[in-house]
């Protein structure tokens, strides 16, 4: 089945460092991966999506590429604030559009030291 | 304004008591989703919708069931809430099956004593 690998539970970093977060996934298909963010108290939210069709998202400063040799997916900041300390998940989209499951990773929670 | 509400925020119940979780998106989404998060265990999908009457279990069901009687609306219900079932649950949505972005709720933090 589809699987999304986050090594990294915690980064802790000052600001202004480079943030890179790694991600893998497997699966058959022809996956959309996402980032999305948590911020204390609230929902995850959309942070960026990539297709197969556009292999790179940029949002708020983050960067996303998609790398089909290696399945990997990471995520990265030249200069992270404070204001970016929150939880990043890795997801992958549904197999096959059929049955809308998205799978998660387990998280990286983010916190950044003034 | 693109929203997906929970109803409530914060819920104590007693062991044994009937729980009512409710979620509605003005967005008219088919796809809608229930999902529990613990620490350490990031989510995990309890049922999705795909439409009115149409549910689907996920991947950890038991103990829940659902009902979806109108497309803003999905309930997760809790019949004689255990314990374990403290949790903060999360409610979403989405236009399509799952390769469009996913709109969350803020969640409902539910403590079963």
């Known amino acids: 089945g589809d699987s999304v690998t986050q090594m990294q539970g915690q980064v802790t970093l000052s600001e202004d460092d480079f943030l890179f977060i790694n991600c893998t996934y497997s699966t058959t298909w022809y996956p959309t991966l996402f980032w999305y963010v948590q911020y204390p108290g609230e929902g995850p939210q959309l942070l960026l999506k990539?297709?197969?069709?556009?292999n790179k998202g940029i949002s708020r400063g983050f960067e996303a590429t998609y790398d089909k040799r290696t399945t990997s997916f990471h995520l990265q900041k030249a200069s992270v604030q404070e204001s970016d300390s929150a939880v990043y998940y890795c997801?992958?989209?549904?197999?096959?559009?059929?049955?809308?499951?998205?799978?998660f990773g387990k998280g990286t929670k983010l916190s950044v030291k003034s | 304004d693109m929203k997906v509400t929970q109803m409530p925020r914060y819920l104590i119940k007693r062991m044994g008591e009937n729980v009512l979780l409710e979620c509605g998106q003005d967005m008219s989404h088919e796809t809608m989703y229930w999902y529990r998060q613990d620490p350490g265990l990031g989510l995990q999908l309890i049922y999705i919708s795909y439409d009115v009457d149409s549910n689907s279990e996920g991947d950890i069901p038991k103990g829940y069931r659902v009902s979806r009687k109108k497309r803003e609306h999905f309930s997760l219900i809790l019949d004689s809430a255990k314990t374990n079932q403290t949790s903060v649950y999360f409610c979403?949505?989405?236009?399509?099956?799952?390769?469009?972005?996913?709109?969350f709720g803020k969640g409902t933090r539910l403590t079963v004593v």
């Open positions: 997801v992958l989209g549904a197999s096959g559009g059929s049955n809308a499951k998205l799978t």
């Open positions: 979403a949505s989405s236009l399509d099956r799952g390769n469009t972005e996913v709109f």
């Open positions: 990539v297709t197969t069709a556009n």
